[in-house]
């Protein structure tokens, strides 16, 4: 009996879906109310801001509800943060698994970005089901296909991000809780809690510097029929912050994978 050699697709696929359930037992196993929390930041958020304005009679401009409207911004912020920090520390996490030479560093950072996806989409999914057929919220999408796009710009944004970061937290281990506190500001300053029209022009063209800002806005307006589209937004510079950051990630990664195993 002779033992069929299998592709190398075959073995990072096989290496992927075994780091996937792994992630996931890890995520939703070890602690008994993983599930609940990962509902409970948005909801409570989202609950918070209700009480605040007032739930169900809030509209932001031109007729779009206050819930849709943080919905729309806050899962998708949620998603992109999470795959950044969490690629962040995946090697850290992983070093045992090292010692199999199938797997690499990369990999663990795939991993842990599909898992971040699947949950997040599954939220989204639920939160939109609930405020349609619950709250009588229009919960239609205009542009599923823009929304595809921008969304997929994002993830792909915050996967670089986090690869950039975790080689910097390999070499400065230190700088890992400044990361994450410098996430908050970025959730402020992005344009998830709050239409950005109500901004100065100045502050504007101060955080159309963070991709992040058009990519919220851009999700928006493939979302609501009547969401104006705001100067300076737009996908294309998000997209070109993407592809530089995601070269020059690559390229490190590409220096920096043995030491990363090693370390």
């Not at 520390?89 to 199999?100: G, P, R």
């Not at 493939?222 to 690559?250: C, Q, R, W």
């Amino acid at each position: 009996m002779t033992l069929e050699k299998r592709s190398s697709f075959q073995i990072v696929k096989s290496v992927l879906f075994a780091l996937t359930l792994r992630e996931l037992r890890g995520r939703f196993g070890a602690r008994r109310f993983g599930v609940f929390w990962v509902f409970f930041e948005p909801a409570a958020q989202i609950a918070l801001y209700m009480m605040v304005f007032s739930f169900k009679n809030v509209t932001v401009r031109s007729g779009i509800d206050f819930p849709l409207f943080l919905v729309t911004g806050m899962i998708p912020f949620f998603m992109m943060r999470n795959i950044a920090l969490q690629s962040m520390s995946a090697v850290d996490a992983n070093k045992a698994l090292f010692a199999y030479k199938q797997i690499k560093p990369l990999d663990t950072l795939i991993a842990r970005a599909m898992i971040e996806i699947i949950i997040y989409l599954t939220v989204y999914l639920i939160f939109m089901l609930v405020l349609g057929i619950v709250f009588q919220y229009e919960v239609t999408m205009i542009d599923p296909l823009r929304w595809v796009a921008v969304l997929a710009t994002g993830l792909t944004f915050s996967f670089a991000l986090g690869l950039l970061l975790c080689m910097l937290v390999e070499a400065l281990p230190d700088v890992k809780s400044f990361v994450r506190l410098l996430f908050f500001p970025v959730y402020i300053l992005s344009g998830v809690l709050y239409p950005i029209w109500l901004l100065p022009k100045a502050a504007m063209d101060w955080l159309l510097w963070i991709p992040y800002v058009h990519i919220i806005d851009e999700l928006r307006l493939a979302t609501f029929p009547h969401y104006p589209d705001h100067e300076g937004v737009n996908l294309f510079y998000p997209f070109k912050v993407t592809v530089f950051l995601l070269l020059i990630s690559m390229g490190l990664y590409r220096i920096r994978r043995l030491k990363l195993v090693a370390s």
